[in-house]
């Protein structure tokens, strides 16, 4: 049997050759494979193999035979303490080569321009040509001006909320609930990186009522500037800590201050509408005058000087498929309609010939309701209003969608009383600020708009980033035999079908876009967005898995996009960031956060390891730290919902949990801090469980047959019906596990459990069984694998022989029996286990219905269905043939393989 341990060492000891041999170099590529049109400021990550390079080595990037200013600093470490990830800044000019050459240099490269200065609280950025003041901590403003040059485009940048006590009144009523405006007020401000490329500031608050002062809706702000550029990204979060049934915020947005100081004919508001154009128009227009239009001085005069002055401006985008532009000359009159359209590119412009600000919002019509404003246009200070949620819309309702739960033994419901809360679930969005000191051109604000929407990346080539072993196991695509293709064809037409479905059935919305349904009914035409726990997916079954083993392999731009709206969203509103159960998340439902299920399993930090890696984004860093401590709201809420005592003369112990998937989703959050930080601590953490498990009875089977028995809902145990889970006690002081005895057979019995590995659990230990180097704790993984669901007196006698079950007869039948027994074939080269391997996959492929169009009066619009869909089998299929391609990989078979005809399934 090939050792893992001597695998694991094997690599070290091969970087570690390769790092003397010569530098490192990788190639990368722009992700969306067109270099950015203006020059950028872009970050990324880049991985190495374990030993490859040292942790403070330098770099250089090139391209185009220019060197590029580069700054770099350590995302994740080997166990080694080689690095693993490397977070590298830089600026590119406008049509930058499609590929640069990232290297490891014995000096670090051309620095930036950019400085970073502090006097007291106040912070000031200066790129070489934008300088920023931010006033820090204790204020309004999260920004007190931007200027370029000696001109000041925008100030008094600040967050802005109105608050509505109650929901909207029902239409015979007449007592309208009362309003409050709030605005932010800064409660820290750090710089967490000073250049010299990137600059990049967190801004922490609350929202203060102007009239009562109460202080709420905590944000975290993150403000990023790049050596010579103007513009600059933000990163906008809020956690909603209200009372869901009375607090209902009505508007939602970032404020700046314009200085207007041309006269109103010269003085320009844009917007930006579908497929690249732009709105355009002076405040006081003058008979189509192409001077005006085209930004040069004019001067109105004759029967043009008594045009009207238009001072108010509003692109509202009330759901994703119109939006409206509309103006008005002052507050008392009234609001006339300009345009309309069907998707606009959430870019807004205010200013006149010596420039001013744009703001971009991306996603702005998939997170609806939305809109952009620009009031007071012809005073001295124009207000510029980006609104993540707009003021135009209805209120945002977080309650529950009933009063009363839907759970009877309808598990996938489970709402129960205090559980189904908004309080503490997030929000990020991203938008982009563009100061100018001239009018830019109608082409320019169509390229900031184009910029704000999609944030260029440059990415390794999959080959790369395959080659050095990060992420665990996962394929290249390969279609050079007729089962190959019909594996990766089969990869390809579900992600297709899914892309589509997003659209088709209108997956979008402020709280819910880059979330998938659940399940489909195939009688009403319909996903099951109103039935209990069949609707938001959230991450049930490693749907972002799916996605970004997707992305991976593929290096696809379309699938990068919708992998990262998957995490932007599921990271954030299905997790609970702060409050008693910080750090869990809810399974699916209706609403995003209603089931009553609050799970570690759901919020773990593996589902968005990818995209922090390689964007190096900050915030998603907040919320992988966050989950470490997530052992401490499991301790409060038992992930089996079922409040059993300790039996007395059992040893006491914190909370009861199950070695899977809940200590293999602990030990991922600690693995993903131990590899970001280099902290033995968070690896003797996992190893305390290690040892624990060790010395159990069944090692990781240990567990309770009854851990699902429907009898306790009612409280009594009867007769034992099947199941059972790996239920241990856990200590949160120590990190350790206790066996608990069987209520029935009165000791630890050995069970398997159907959630253990297909919530994420397979992918984390698939990588940190190999991190770990622990011989003994490989052969107690690989003896899961091979032997799953064998009895007591098997498992017993392997734990001396290590070869029962070759066979393959004791592999799980659950949804991860096939990547089970692959992992076994893999480490074994035992035939029987790939054969059953690639059976179990082809069971689980079982025939899908090809696509058909429903419309007419079947339909509320043309839409596309596929009997049989379900988004637990698409992600778990999915994951399984991307697995079971790499770990079988000399063991496939050369012609496709037929699929069974699925199950006829009757009510």
Same mark, same amino acid.
């Given at each position: 049997?090939?050792?893992?341990?001597?695998?694991?060492?094997?690599?070290?000891?091969?970087?570690?050759?390769?790092?003397?041999?010569?530098?490192?170099?990788?190639?990368?590529?722009?992700?969306?494979?067109?270099?950015?049109?203006?020059?950028?400021?872009?970050?990324?990550?880049?991985?190495?193999?374990?030993?490859?390079?040292?942790?403070?080595?330098?770099?250089?990037?090139?391209?185009?035979?220019?060197?590029?200013?580069?700054?770099?600093?350590?995302?994740?470490?080997?166990?080694?303490?080689?690095?693993?990830?490397?977070?590298?800044?830089?600026?590119?000019?406008?049509?930058?080569?499609?590929?640069?050459?990232?290297?490891?240099?014995?000096?670090?490269?051309?620095?930036?321009?950019?400085?970073?200065?502090?006097?007291?609280?106040?912070?000031?950025?200066?790129?070489?040509?934008?300088?920023?003041?931010?006033?820090?901590?204790?204020?309004?403003?999260?920004?007190?001006?931007?200027?370029?040059?000696?001109?000041?485009?925008?100030?008094?940048?600040?967050?802005?909320?109105?608050?509505?006590?109650?929901?909207?009144?029902?239409?015979?009523?007449?007592?309208?609930?009362?309003?409050?405006?709030?605005?932010?007020?800064?409660?820290?401000?750090?710089?967490?990186?000073?250049?010299?490329?990137?600059?990049?500031?967190?801004?922490?608050?609350?929202?203060?009522?102007?009239?009562?002062?109460?202080?709420?809706?905590?944000?975290?702000?993150?403000?990023?500037?790049?050596?010579?550029?103007?513009?600059?990204?933000?990163?906008?979060?809020?956690?909603?800590?209200?009372?869901?049934?009375?607090?209902?915020?009505?508007?939602?947005?970032?404020?700046?201050?314009?200085?207007?100081?041309?006269?109103?004919?010269?003085?320009?508001?844009?917007?930006?509408?579908?497929?690249?154009?732009?709105?355009?128009?002076?405040?006081?227009?003058?008979?189509?005058?192409?001077?005006?239009?085209?930004?040069?001085?004019?001067?109105?005069?004759?029967?043009?000087?008594?045009?009207?002055?238009?001072?108010?401006?509003?692109?509202?985008?009330?759901?994703?498929?119109?939006?409206?532009?509309?103006?008005?000359?002052?507050?008392?009159?009234?609001?006339?309609?300009?345009?309309?359209?069907?998707?606009?590119?959430?870019?807004?412009?205010?200013?006149?010939?010596?420039?001013?600000?744009?703001?971009?919002?991306?996603?702005?019509?998939?997170?609806?309701?939305?809109?952009?404003? &620009?009031? !007071?246009? #012809?005073?001295?200070?124009?207000?510029?209003? $980006?609104? =993540?949620? %707009?003021?135009? /819309?209805?209120?945002? +309702?977080?309650?529950?969608?009933?009063?009363?739960?839907?759970?009877?033994?309808?598990?996938?419901?489970?709402?129960?009383?205090?559980?189904?809360?908004?309080?503490? &679930?997030? !929000?990020? #969005?991203?938008?982009?600020?563009?100061?100018? $000191?001239? =009018?830019? %051109?109608?082409? /320019?604000?169509?390229? +900031?708009?184009?910029?704000?929407?999609?944030?260029?990346?440059?990415?390794?080539?999959?080959?790369?980033?395959?080659?050095?072993?990060?992420?665990?196991?996962?394929?290249?695509?390969?279609? #050079?035999?007729?089962?190959?293709?019909?594996?990766?064809?089969?990869?390809?037409?579900?992600?297709?079908?899914?892309?589509?479905?997003?659209?088709?059935?209108?997956?979008?919305?402020?709280?819910?876009?880059?979330?998938?349904?659940?399940?489909?009914?195939?009688?009403?035409?319909?996903?099951?967005?109103?039935?209990?726990?069949?609707?938001?997916?959230?991450?049930?079954?490693?749907?972002?898995?799916?996605?970004?083993?997707?992305?991976?392999?593929?290096?696809?731009?379309?699938?990068?996009?919708?992998?990262?709206?998957?995490?932007?969203?599921?990271?954030?509103?299905?997790?609970?960031?702060?409050?008693?159960?910080?750090?869990?998340?809810?399974?699916?439902?209706?609403?995003?956060?209603?089931?009553?299920?609050?799970?570690?399993?759901?919020?773990?930090?593996?589902?968005?390891?990818?995209?922090?890696?390689?964007?190096?984004?900050?915030?998603?860093?907040?919320?992988?730290?966050?989950?470490?401590?997530?052992?401490?709201?499991?301790?409060?809420?038992?992930?089996?919902?079922?409040?059993?005592?300790?039996?007395?003369?059992?040893?006491?112990?914190?909370?009861?949990?199950?070695?899977?998937?809940?200590?293999?989703?602990?030990?991922?959050?600690?693995?993903?801090?131990?590899?970001?930080?280099?902290?033995?601590?968070?690896?003797?953490?996992?190893?305390?469980?290690?040892?624990?498990?060790?010395?159990?009875?069944?090692?990781?089977?240990?567990?309770?047959?009854?851990?699902?028995?429907?009898?306790?809902?009612?409280?009594?145990?009867?007769?034992?019906?099947?199941?059972?889970?790996?239920?241990?006690?856990?200590?949160?002081?120590?990190?350790?596990?206790?066996?608990?005895?069987?209520?029935?057979?009165?000791?630890?019995?050995?069970?398997?459990?159907?959630?253990?590995?297909?919530?994420?659990?397979?992918?984390?230990?698939?990588?940190?069984?190999?991190?770990?180097?622990?011989?003994?704790?490989?052969?107690?993984?690989?003896?899961?694998?091979?032997?799953?669901?064998?009895?007591?007196?098997?498992?017993?006698?392997?734990?001396?022989?290590?070869?029962?079950?070759?066979?393959?007869?004791?592999?799980?039948?659950?949804?991860?029996?096939?990547?089970?027994?692959?992992?076994?074939?893999?480490?074994?080269?035992?035939?029987?286990?790939?054969?059953?391997?690639?059976?179990?996959?082809?069971?689980?492929?079982?025939?899908?219905?090809?696509?058909?169009?429903?419309?007419?009066?079947?339909?509320?619009?043309?839409?596309?269905?596929?009997?049989?869909?379900?988004?637990?089998?698409?992600?778990?299929?999915?994951?399984?043939?991307?697995?079971?391609?790499?770990?079988?990989?000399?063991?496939?078979?050369?012609?496709?393989?037929?699929?069974?005809?699925?199950?006829?399934?009757?009510?």
């Amino acid at each position: 049997m090939n050792s893992p341990l001597l695998r694991f060492c094997s690599l070290a000891l091969l970087g570690s050759i390769m790092t003397i041999a010569h530098a490192q170099e990788t190639t990368l590529r722009w992700l969306d494979e067109t270099p950015p049109a203006q020059n950028t400021g872009v970050s990324f990550g880049v991985p190495w193999p374990q030993g490859a390079v040292g942790r403070d080595a330098a770099f250089t990037l090139s391209a185009d035979g220019q060197t590029l200013p580069v700054q770099t600093w350590p995302l994740a470490y080997w166990p080694d303490g080689s690095l693993k990830w490397s977070g590298i800044a830089t600026v590119v000019p406008a049509g930058f080569s499609i590929e640069a050459k990232l290297t490891v240099a014995q000096s670090p490269a051309a620095a930036g321009a950019l400085r970073v200065t502090r006097d007291g609280r106040a912070i000031v950025i200066d790129t070489g040509a934008l300088v920023c003041a931010i006033p820090g901590e204790g204020g309004e403003n999260l920004i007190d001006s931007l200027r370029i040059g000696d001109r000041e485009a925008a100030r008094a940048g600040r967050l802005v909320c109105l608050l509505q006590n109650g929901p909207a009144p029902e239409p015979d009523d007449t007592a309208a609930p009362g309003r409050e405006s709030f605005a932010s007020i800064v409660k820290s401000a750090v710089v967490e990186q000073s250049g010299p490329v990137r600059a990049v500031v967190r801004l922490e608050g609350f929202h203060r009522g102007a009239r009562s002062g109460r202080e709420w809706l905590p944000f975290t702000v993150r403000l990023y500037f790049y050596s010579g550029q103007t513009a600059v990204r933000m990163v906008h979060t809020i956690v909603f800590d209200g009372d869901q049934e009375k607090d209902f915020v009505r508007g939602l947005g970032v404020r700046f201050d314009v200085p207007m100081r041309e006269q109103v004919q010269n003085r320009t508001v844009r917007f930006a509408g579908e497929n690249g154009g732009v709105w355009s128009e002076p405040l006081q227009p003058g008979g189509g005058s192409i001077d005006q239009e085209t930004g040069k001085p004019f001067a109105i005069t004759g029967e043009f000087f008594e045009n009207a002055v238009w001072d108010d401006f509003k692109l509202v985008q009330p759901n994703p498929h119109g939006f409206n532009i509309v103006k008005r000359t002052n507050r008392w009159s009234t609001w006339l309609a300009s345009a309309a359209g069907s998707r606009a590119g959430g870019y807004v412009f205010a200013g006149d010939l010596g420039g001013g600000l744009g703001v971009g919002i991306k996603d702005f019509w998939q997170s609806y309701p939305a809109s952009l404003e &620009v009031r !007071r246009a #012809s005073t001295a200070t124009a207000q510029l209003t $980006a609104w =993540l949620w %707009s003021p135009d /819309a209805q209120e945002m +309702d977080m309650r529950h969608y009933d009063i009363r739960g839907h759970t009877l033994r309808a598990s996938y419901e489970d709402v129960q009383p205090g559980m189904s809360t908004a309080y503490g &679930v997030a !929000r990020t #969005s991203e938008l982009m600020l563009f100061p100018s $000191a001239a =009018l830019p %051109s109608r082409a /320019a604000a169509a390229a +900031d708009a184009r910029a704000g929407s999609a944030l260029p990346l440059l990415v390794s080539t999959p080959e790369y980033m395959h080659s050095t072993k990060v992420f665990g196991v996962w394929s290249l695509p390969d279609r #050079s035999t007729a089962f190959k293709r019909q594996a990766e064809d089969g990869l390809d037409s579900v992600l297709a079908f899914y892309q589509r479905q997003v659209d088709e059935r209108d997956w979008y919305g402020f709280w819910q876009y880059g979330d998938f349904m659940h399940s489909y009914s195939a009688p009403r035409h319909l996903w099951h967005y109103d039935w209990g726990g069949h609707a938001w997916q959230n991450t049930e079954l490693g749907v972002p898995l799916w996605l970004w083993y997707s992305f991976l392999r593929t290096g696809r731009a379309d699938i990068f996009r919708l992998a990262e709206a998957n995490t932007r969203n599921t990271s954030e509103t299905n997790v609970y960031h702060l409050g008693p159960m910080a750090g869990l998340g809810s399974r699916h439902n209706v609403i995003k956060w209603g089931c009553g299920a609050k799970e570690a399993r759901v919020s773990q930090a593996v589902h968005w390891r990818a995209f922090y890696y390689l964007t190096a984004d900050e915030r998603t860093g907040d919320i992988m730290r966050m989950t470490t401590k997530a052992d401490e709201s499991v301790a409060r809420y038992d992930p089996m919902r079922l409040a059993q005592p300790q039996v007395p003369g059992e040893p006491e112990f914190d909370s009861r949990i199950r070695i899977g998937p809940d200590w293999f989703v602990l030990a991922g959050n600690w693995m993903a801090e131990w590899e970001r930080t280099g902290d033995a601590r968070w690896r003797d953490r996992i190893l305390a469980g290690v040892d624990s498990i060790m010395a159990m009875p069944y090692w990781i089977q240990t567990g309770q047959r009854n851990g699902l028995n429907p009898d306790i809902l009612t409280g009594e145990i009867g007769p034992l019906k099947g199941g059972g889970s790996m239920t241990v006690g856990y200590d949160i002081k120590t990190g350790k596990l206790t066996p608990i005895r069987d209520p029935i057979a009165k000791e630890p019995v050995p069970v398997s459990y159907n959630l253990a590995t297909i919530q994420g659990g397979a992918e984390v230990m698939f990588e940190l069984v190999a991190l770990l180097g622990r011989e003994d704790f490989a052969r107690a993984w690989l003896q899961y694998c091979r032997i799953g669901g064998a009895p007591a007196d098997v498992l017993k006698r392997d734990q001396k022989t290590g070869d029962e079950g070759m066979d393959a007869r004791y592999v799980l039948r659950e949804q991860s029996g096939p990547r089970m027994a692959a992992y076994a074939y893999a480490h074994t080269k035992s035939a029987p286990f790939a054969e059953r391997a690639i059976a179990d996959w082809a069971r689980m492929s079982t025939r899908r219905a090809a696509p058909k169009w429903i419309n007419g009066a079947d339909s509320l619009k043309p839409v596309e269905e596929s009997l049989g869909v379900s988004t637990n089998s698409a992600a778990q299929t999915g994951l399984t043939t991307i697995q079971l391609l790499e770990l079988c990989k000399d063991h496939l078979p050369a012609d496709s393989v037929p699929f069974p005809e699925p199950p006829v399934r009757r009510r």
